[in-house]
């Protein structure tokens, strides 16, 4: 007889405990037409606009954690942060970020992040975008090819470090494992990465009704 082995650490607990949600969100239509490069461009900038929303608010909640748990301070997250390649995306497809209004899934998950009780709700809602890096290069990739592009204008969000992603992928991985988190911390983890999923499916669901 042999018995299931236990995820090690934090981000085997998160990835084994999501991959349900993470699926659903992979198989949204948005999803599947930006993998597949047929998204057209408006709603590419939807997309790219709500995610900015979402960056903002996140990555200045991280800051503010930063400065309360100390455990936090050798994952190097300013260096992952995202809004400044949206912002450049953008600004590359003509959108004034003073223009974009947030769809209802934006709206909700903003708050969940401005009402986060702990690091550990805000590390779950960041694991899940941290790790939407990996496949995003694809996308990257696929709409290059779809859209004629040889550069990267217009999608510094979806492919930010280039060939160093997987380094920074598994570093990241690393680090939030020798973190001491508690067993509450990481349940509260966990349900917030199952919880950001859903919200991200929810929101390109808006996105691509829209």
Do not use: C
């Not at 909640?61 to 995202?82: F, H, I, K, N």
């Not at 590359?92 to 009402?115: F, M, Q, V, Y």
């Not at 509450?184 to 991200?200: C, L, P, S, Y």
Request: aromatic fraction near 6%; hydrophobic fraction near 40%; proline fraction near 3%.
């Amino acid at each position: 007889m042999t018995t299931a082995t236990a995820p090690a650490g934090i981000m085997g607990r998160l990835k084994a405990e999501t991959a349900e949600q993470h699926a659903i969100a992979e198989a949204k239509p948005l999803e599947a037409a930006l993998i597949g490069g047929s998204i057209a461009h408006d709603q590419y900038k939807d997309y790219l606009a709500q995610r900015w929303l979402i960056h903002r608010e996140l990555e200045a909640a991280t800051d503010r954690v930063l400065e309360e748990d100390r455990r936090l301070s050798g994952l190097g997250l300013p260096d992952l942060y995202q809004t400044a390649n949206l912002e450049a995306d953008l600004a590359h497809l003509g959108l004034d970020t003073a223009a974009i209004k947030p769809l209802k899934g934006s709206e909700d998950l903003i708050g969940t992040i401005r009402n986060a009780p702990s690091p550990a709700v805000l590390m779950g809602i960041y694991y899940v975008f941290e790790g939407s890096k990996n496949g995003a290069r694809f996308i990257a990739r696929s709409l290059g090819k779809a859209w004629g592009k040889t550069d990267l204008e217009g999608m510094k969000y979806l492919d930010p470090h280039g060939e160093a992603q997987r380094g920074l992928w598994m570093k990241f991985r690393e680090d939030m494992n020798a973190i001491d988190w508690s067993a509450e911390e990481q349940d509260v983890m966990v349900k917030a990465a199952q919880d950001t999923f859903d919200a991200i499916s929810a929101l390109d669901d808006e996105i691509h009704a829209a």
